[in-house]
């Protein structure tokens, strides 16, 4: 509490120090200690949330009938509260917030608040609601914690504004001014870094990966407005590590990628998060993520995912439990048999005769090759380009680069990590 007691304030006033000012609440922005106080208060309305469910008086939001009911997400200082439209529903979370104001020295900004109504509500109910809870309604968020809230069929223009921002920030520096080294710091560093948010939840249009990499083109070559530069070696040659001759600059097609099969991994291997227990329910409630199929109803976050999923299907590898978790169908008969009918269960080894009998000679030495654990355990999927078999998206996109360099190349060796 010393910490919070003590706290005083300088302001510079024309170049000169003014203070000590002595605040009535909190401690300085930005000091460290502060995230930690503030998850220790909303750990609290996190209480009084849950309370109020598990008493019945506030009903949670599904996204379907199977799904768990959710009554508030917390992100850092924003807050969502999700509850039934009436009046007594919304008078217990006019409750809870007080108490939570009144424990906490925190006060809701009105301002910043807003309601957002399903198309069911009845006008009357909610202009009820409005003037109890004294807060405006919002029709629809354009964006939400930086992303867009609602992808349509114009994709292009719900992530134009990544490309405005890259715009914006190459005119305020002057490529002439900088060295070349200059150029490449700026570019990775700060460019590079700009769409990297959007792309860990969306699968960004190859369109405007293409605009973004040509206005990196332009300012790396030195050219201003409408006068061309002749760009000397082409942009997938400056994609390359620099162990290859390259200027390892990133291929924004591919870290999209790999940045989103990041996501596929979470709901593969993290079955205890909110939102595996979501996606699960909604878009694969009878397989896991490697089975699931795409749905027309799906969100564009959904789609996004299950390009990742494919990063990880090209890349990940199967260690071999009990074989029950992979299919085989080396012929019609077997089509729907797993790995676990050619393995001997009192011995744990293969059943040679079986595996010979199914398999050309070549594959069928392969098989018998794998080595089987002596213990019945699942069969896991890991990542075989790091070295704790857990998937990480530098791996992987240096995995699909190099995917794309033997397409091209085929006698480079695949790297290992």
């Excluded at 744990?348 to 010979?356: A, E, G, I, Y």
Aim: glycine share 8%; with cysteine.
């Amino acid at each position: 509490m010393e910490c919070v007691k003590t706290v005083t304030y300088s302001v510079l006033v024309n170049g000169e120090p003014c203070g000590m000012i002595q605040p009535s609440r909190g401690i300085r922005q930005g000091d460290p200690l502060s995230p930690f106080l503030f998850l220790l208060c909303t750990e609290g309305l996190n209480g009084l949330i849950k309370r109020a469910e598990s008493n019945g008086e506030i009903h949670g939001f599904s996204l379907c009938r199977r799904g768990p009911k959710l009554t508030h997400l917390l992100f850092a200082d924003d807050s969502l509260l999700f509850c039934r439209a009436n009046m007594e529903e919304c008078g217990k979370v006019l409750e809870i917030l007080n108490m939570y104001e009144e424990a906490s020295g925190q006060k809701v900004n009105r301002s910043k608040t807003s309601l957002f109504f399903s198309k069911n509500t009845s006008t009357d109910k909610k202009h009820e609601i409005k003037l109890a809870l004294g807060v405006p309604e919002i029709m629809q968020y354009e964006k939400y914690l930086g992303l867009p809230s609602f992808v349509g069929k114009g994709k292009k223009a719900s992530f134009n504004y990544i490309k405005e921002r890259v715009w914006r920030k190459l005119q305020g520096w002057e490529g002439k001014l900088l060295s070349q080294a200059g150029r490449e710091v700026l570019l990775k560093a700060i460019i590079q870094a700009i769409p990297t948010y959007t792309m860990g939840c969306f699968k960004i249009p190859i369109g405007l990966c293409n605009e973004i990499e040509a206005l990196m083109k332009r300012f790396w070559w030195g050219q201003q407005g409408d006068r061309r530069k002749v760009h000397w070696v082409k942009w997938e040659e400056m994609t390359k590590t620099k162990l290859v001759g390259g200027m390892g600059f990133r291929d924004l097609a591919m870290f999209i990628d790999s940045l989103l099969a990041n996501q596929a991994w979470r709901l593969l291997h993290n079955k205890h998060s909110l939102f595996y227990k979501v996606f699960k329910a909604r878009f694969f409630p009878n397989t896991s993520i490697m089975e699931a199929s795409d749905s027309r109803m799906g969100s564009y976050a959904w789609k996004s995912i299950l390009v990742g999923r494919e990063v990880i299907k090209r890349g990940s590898r199967w260690r071999i439990g009990n074989g029950e978790k992979l299919p085989f169908c080396p012929i019609e008969e077997f089509e729907h048999n797993t790995v676990s009918s050619l393995l001997d269960p009192s011995t744990r080894q293969w059943h040679t005769d079986l595996v010979d009998g199914l398999f050309v000679e070549e594959d069928a030495e392969l098989i018998k090759k794998i080595p089987l654990s002596k213990n019945v355990t699942e069969d896991v999927l890991y990542w075989p380009y790091t070295s704790n078999g857990e998937y990480s998206s530098k791996s992987g996109y240096r995995f699909l680069k190099e995917e794309a360099e033997q397409l091209h190349s085929p006698q480079v060796p695949p790297f290992r990590d």
